[in-house]
């Protein structure tokens, strides 16, 4: 297994594992965040793990943040993707993605990564914690749909 920028031949796979990551977003937003990513290589980063036959397997994002939840330092690196195809998982795939995103967070000066993950998906937390990340916080995102131009209806 090699962990490695993705080839630019390589940005179809990146942008298929990042469809199954968020399935549901569209795909002009998938593909403009690549953009973005590639513009800055010292802002943001991508990393593809192959298989030893060379197959794109996984890959992971990373960037920097001037902070995050939990982090006491400035910047830190942040694990905005993290992906291993099905079939690959429970081989170290993972760790060895996160490894790699950390010592690139560690070259631009890093001394902490803040990542996060859904509350329902245990398996991205027990990874996580394997992998040495401590949990912070636990956060729930609401909404209300409200009618457009609606006065409030408290006051007189
Ligand atoms: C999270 C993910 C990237 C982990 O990849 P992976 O290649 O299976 O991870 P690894 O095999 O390197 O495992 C790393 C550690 O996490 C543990 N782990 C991985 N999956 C686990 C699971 N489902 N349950 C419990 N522990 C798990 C492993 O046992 C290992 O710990 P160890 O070193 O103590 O043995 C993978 O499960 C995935 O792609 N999930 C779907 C996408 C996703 O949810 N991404 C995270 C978004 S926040």
Redesign the pocket.
Same mark, same amino acid.
Not at 81 to 86: H, I, L
Not at 121 to 124: F, G, H, P, R, Y
């Given at each position: 297994m090699l962990i490695r920028p993705p080839r630019i031949d390589e940005r179809g796979e990146w942008l298929r594992f990042r469809e !199954? $990551?968020w399935p549901g977003t569209p795909g002009v937003d998938l593909r403009s965040e690549q953009d973005a990513i590639l513009a800055d290589p010292e802002r943001a980063g991508v990393l593809l793990a192959t298989s030893d036959n060379g197959t794109p397997i996984?890959f992971v994002e990373v960037s920097l943040r001037s902070g995050a939840e939990g982090c006491e330092t400035s910047p830190v690196g942040y694990?905005e993707?993290?992906?291993?195809?099905?079939e690959?998982?429970?081989?170290?795939?993972?760790? !060895? $993605?996160?490894g790699a995103a950390e010592a690139w967070a560690a070259a631009r000066g890093c001394r902490e990564v803040g990542?996060?993950?859904?509350i329902w998906?245990?398996?991205?937390l027990?990874?996580?914690?394997?992998?040495g990340y401590d949990e912070v916080m636990r956060v729930v995102m609401l909404r209300k749909r409200i009618d457009p131009g609606r006065r409030d209806a408290s006051r007189a």
């Open positions: !199954r $990551l996984g694990i993707a993290w992906y291993v195809e099905p690959h998982r429970r081989r170290g795939v993972g760790a !060895r $993605l996160l990542s996060d993950a859904e998906n245990e398996a991205s027990a990874a996580h914690r394997a992998c």
